[in-house]
């Protein structure tokens, strides 16, 4: 069997679970020595196979928004380096910047802005960011979503520490700059990620609206309605892996 592919599960993203076969469960504070305090992330590593691949998940993340610095972040992502991952899927619940997405929108990143993310790597680690995502797993998922008929958007990806969501006029600036999510992860594991030379894709899924007001039960619910249209995406595109 190939080396087994990673998977970084934010909000709303545990549906496919269920469908690992051979599952072996441990908590991230017997792994890392600390555990996830946020509603919606599990904190565990999943160990199994699907559609003939072995996979590596890690239900939850840590958030610098919880007091942890971008390199405690990153290291479920330099646990799954160690444990032989060359591929990783990396997902999240993110917030709509982009006129045109709609909520339950499946967005694939195309790229980062990440100027307001304390990087995880340290000194003259000068790590390349002009193509955070593969190319081929883009393609990938692309056609995995034509094939079970999920529409799809690609887009631009900014990071904010939080907790507290963006103020309108935040959501104005990011705009601006260019994004099309906006969200309080992913970025310093996907530095993390290409710093180790992993191939990167990057999942969000829109779970509300720039100029609506929300809040994080709002977020689980919409995500909750999209679980089993994530998890026929997930089926067919580590098949395709």
Same mark, same amino acid.
């Given at each position: 069997?190939?080396?087994?592919?990673?998977?970084?599960?934010?909000?709303?993203?545990?549906?496919i679970?269920?469908d &690992? $076969?051979?599952?072996?469960? $441990?908590?991230? /504070?017997?792994?890392?020595?600390k555990?996830?305090?946020?509603?919606?992330?599990s904190?565990?590593?999943?160990?199994?196979? *699907?559609?003939?691949?072995k996979?590596?998940?890690? +239900?939850?993340?840590?958030?610098t928004?919880?007091?942890y610095s971008? +390199? /405690?972040?990153?290291?479920?992502?330099?646990? %799954?380096?160690?444990?032989?991952?060359k591929?990783?899927?990396?997902?999240s619940?993110?917030?709509?910047?982009?006129? !045109?997405?709609?909520?339950?929108?499946?967005?694939?990143?195309?790229?980062?802005?990440?100027?307001f993310?304390?990087?995880?790597?340290?000194?003259?680690?000068?790590?390349?960011?002009?193509?955070?995502?593969?190319?081929?797993?883009? $393609?990938?998922?692309?056609k995995?979503?034509?094939?079970?008929?999920?529409? *799809?958007?690609?887009?631009?990806?900014?990071?904010?520490?939080g907790?507290?969501?963006?103020?309108?006029?935040d !959501?104005?600036? %990011?705009? %601006?700059?260019?994004?099309?999510?906006?969200?309080?992860?992913?970025?310093?594991?996907?530095?993390?990620?290409?710093?180790?030379?992993?191939?990167?894709?990057?999942l969000?899924? &829109?779970?509300?609206?720039?100029?609506? $007001?929300?809040?994080h039960?709002?977020? %689980?619910?919409? &995500?909750?309605?999209q679980? /089993?249209?994530?998890?026929?995406?997930f089926?067919?595109l580590? !098949?395709?892996?």
């Amino acid at each position: 069997m190939n080396s087994p592919v990673g998977l970084i599960l934010g909000s709303g993203w545990g549906k496919i679970i269920e469908d &690992v $076969k051979n599952k072996k469960e $441990k908590g991230f /504070e017997e792994v890392f020595g600390k555990k996830t305090t946020v509603p919606g992330h599990s904190g565990k590593i999943i160990t199994g196979t *699907l559609q003939g691949k072995k996979l590596i998940i890690l +239900s939850g993340r840590f958030h610098t928004y919880e007091g942890y610095s971008s +390199s /405690e972040v990153s290291k479920t992502v330099k646990f %799954l380096h160690q444990e032989s991952v060359k591929k990783v899927i990396i997902t999240s619940a993110a917030g709509a910047l982009n006129p !045109k997405y709609k909520v339950g929108d499946l967005i694939i990143l195309k790229d980062l802005i990440t100027i307001f993310c304390q990087s995880p790597l340290t000194g003259p680690q000068f790590q390349n960011l002009s193509q955070p995502f593969s190319p081929k797993l883009i $393609k990938l998922a692309q056609k995995s979503t034509t094939e079970i008929k999920l529409p *799809l958007q690609k887009g631009v990806y900014v990071y904010m520490k939080g907790p507290h969501f963006e103020t309108f006029a935040d !959501k104005i600036a %990011l705009r %601006l700059l260019g994004a099309d999510v906006v969200g309080m992860s992913t970025v310093p594991e996907v530095i993390m990620a290409n710093h180790l030379g992993m191939q990167v894709l990057g999942l969000s899924l &829109v779970t509300n609206l720039a100029f609506v $007001k929300h809040d994080h039960k709002a977020v %689980l619910a919409v &995500v909750k309605n999209q679980e /089993e249209k994530l998890r026929n995406f997930f089926l067919t595109l580590i !098949k395709s892996l």
